[in-house]
T-cell receptor
Framework: DAGVIQSPRHEVTEMGQEVTLRCKPISGHDYLFWYRQTMMRGLELLIYFNNNVPIDDSGMPEDRFSAKMPNASFSTLKIQPSEPRDSAVYFC?????????????FGPGTRLTVL | AQSVTQLDSQVPVFEEAPVELRCNYSSSVSVYLFWYVQYPNQGLQLLLKYLSGSTLVKGINGFEAEFNKSQTSFHLRKPSVHISDTAEYFCAVSLNTGGFKTIFGAGTRLFVKA
């Protein structure tokens, strides 16, 4: 298996532009998570999905952030408009529940820089 | 609500020396406990996990952790570190009553010196 795939790996954009981050979870996994990592705030859970349905989006910073999961193999995190304080590494992770709790498998991350 | 405190932001240690990375958690209900490792420019990967049973948990790369319920701690240890263990280590907790929300600690940067 290829693991969790994220694209792009690096994104540099200017303030006010729309940014879309993409994630392909591991096949067969039914939970998908979006995290943001910064030096100041560490690793924060933004939102997670179960069977393509958003379960908890309480970590989404504000209305400029939105996430979708149109099918089991694809999710997007969109920021519109982007601001310099959104600069961070964004991780996608997936997992599945088989007989108990399972570890989360993380993608390599997307490093976002908003100028 | 659950919380995780990693007591050291950075731990420098010489190669082949033992190391302990400390983690305390707070929760009013039973939790699952995890340690993840993040190498530079990579995502997190699981080192070990405690779900139930034996309080001493062994993980990959020679790491182990001990769950102490009375002290609400889950410290990570390795008897002899290698240069390749240089990375950031995250302690995490999740409720064992369903749902998959996981709370991560702030991370401890382990720096192994030759």
């Amino acid at each position: 298996d290829a693991g969790v795939i994220q694209s792009p790996r690096h994104e540099v954009t200017e303030m006010g532009q729309e940014v879309t981050l993409r994630c392909k979870p591991i096949s067969g996994h039914d939970y998908l998570f979006w995290y943001r990592q910064t030096m100041m705030r560490g690793l924060e859970l933004l939102i997670y999905f179960n069977n393509n349905v958003p379960i908890d989006d309480s970590g989404m910073p504000e209305d400029r952030f939105s996430a979708k999961m149109p099918n089991a193999s694809f999710s997007t995190l969109k920021i519109q408009p982007s601001e310099p304080r959104d600069s961070a590494v964004y991780f996608c992770a997936s997992t599945h529940r088989t007989g108990g709790f399972n570890e989360q498998f993380f993608g390599p991350g997307t490093r976002l820089t908003v100028l | 609500a659950q919380s995780v405190t990693q007591l050291d932001s950075q731990v420098p240690v010489f190669e082949e020396a033992p190391v302990e990375l400390r983690c305390n958690y707070s929760s009013s209900v039973s939790v699952y406990l995890f340690w993840y490792v993040q190498y530079p420019n990579q995502g997190l990967q699981l080192l070990l996990k405690y779900l139930s049973g034996s309080t001493l948990v062994k993980g990959i790369n020679g790491f182990e952790a001990e769950f102490n319920k009375s002290q609400t701690s889950f410290h990570l240890r390795k008897p002899s570190v290698h240069i390749s263990d240089t990375a950031e280590y995250f302690c995490a907790v999740s409720l064992n009553t369903g749902g998959f929300k996981t709370i991560f600690g702030a991370g401890t940067r382990l720096f192994v010196k030759a």
